[in-house]
Nanobody
């Protein structure tokens, strides 16, 4: 089974950038769609971005379009989330997820009947104003 480990979070000033990484231990990484979600204190987890197994399709939440970029390197079993122009409202724990279905990753935080196969443990991003 795929296991996911996120890294790259930290404390940054507003306007700064971070690149989050999510490394998979599974040998079938390239067959999974991958996604990122986040959960701010006191709020529900929300979808951020997702990418197909090939990298040919990407989806973003409206709130992050233009600032966040999801990418993957199947040779390194890693998916990335580049975050630019960070805002205090981006402060959250960022979770990586994997599932054979791209659609599941996009709707998992809003459709209670949908789950994804694997979640990572999360990495904290804190943006100071």
């Amino acid at each position: 089974q795929v296991q996911l480990v996120e890294s790259g979070g930290g404390l940054v000033q507003a306007g700064g950038s971070l690149r989050l990484s999510c490394a998979s231990s599974g040998r079938t990484f390239s067959t999974y769609a991958m996604g990122w979600s986040r959960q701010a204190p006191g709020k529900e987890r929300e979808f951020v971005a997702a990418i197909s197994w090939s990298g040919g399709s990407t989806y973003y939440a409206d709130s992050v379009k233009g600032r966040f970029t999801i990418s993957r390197d199947n040779a390194k079993n890693t998916v990335y989330l580049q975050i630019n122009n960070l805002k205090p409202e981006d402060t959250a724990v960022y979770y990586c997820a994997a599932d054979p279905k791209l659609h599941s990753l996009v709707v998992v935080t809003t459709d209670k009947d949908v789950d994804v196969e694997v979640w990572g443990q999360g990495t904290q991003v804190t943006v100071s104003s």
